[in-house]
């Protein structure tokens, strides 16, 4: 199904300016578009909830607004107040204010980092199973980043001095096993639905992402 576009409904507007007044005071003076999409939705194979662009140079002129924030309509149709917060709030999170050499305010998208993700479960919990999966590969994380115990000192042969250390015979090396790579899981096409936009790109128009 192809792609259509509508204004948003005035419930989420009404949440984005609550958020913003909580959580993203920076955004106070930009000026946000929001809109419902509708039709198959994907990035990189996997199904999209929402997305957040800042708006090139030529369409800030036409319109005036900063950034564009998109919500697929049927999937909001489908969430609770609560889930509802926590959507548009993850949207609002990559929409950053900075200045330029000049002093001048300029608006940009930011990606995701660890901290953002934790803020987003501070202020809602673990809303869906994409986040819930995601902190279970962080804590995992954290435990394979923890100090070994110290290695248990091997006793000296008796009758003299190590093996390893006579002329003649091979240096003997004892030798650790590599820390083993973490891997995200992989995703079951079953919860597919409960992807959210990790790969944010910002784009100079109004298109959608393919």
């Not at 001048?104 to 919990?125: C, L, M, P, S, T």
């Amino acid at each position: 199904m192809a792609a259509e576009f509508y204004e948003a409904s005035e419930e989420l507007k009404e949440i984005a300016r609550e958020l913003i007044e909580e959580t993203h005071s920076h955004l106070i003076e930009a000026d946000i578009k929001y809109l419902f999409r509708t039709g198959n939705w994907e990035v990189k194979k996997r199904e999209t909830w929402g997305q957040a662009k800042k708006v090139g140079k030529e369409v800030n002129f036409l319109t005036g607004y900063d950034f564009i924030i998109i919500i697929h309509r049927d999937v909001w149709d489908q969430l609770n107040g609560k889930e509802k917060h926590a959507l548009l709030d993850h949207e609002l999170q990559h929409c950053s204010a900075g200045t330029d050499d000049a002093g001048n305010k300029v608006w940009y998208i930011q990606g995701h980092d660890v901290e953002d993700f934790y803020a987003i479960i501070r202020r809602h919990g673990l809303w869906s199973k994409a986040l819930r999966k995601m902190e279970t590969l962080l804590n995992q994380t954290e435990l394979d980043l923890q100090e070994p115990e110290p290695a248990e000192e091997l006793p000296e042969l008796p009758g003299g001095p190590d093996l390893a250390e006579l002329p003649g015979r091979p240096t003997l090396q004892i030798v650790g096993s590599a820390p083993k790579q973490l891997e995200a899981p992989e995703a079951d096409e079953t919860e597919e639905t409960d992807f959210i936009d990790i790969e944010v790109v910002e784009s100079n128009d109004t298109g959608t992402e393919g």
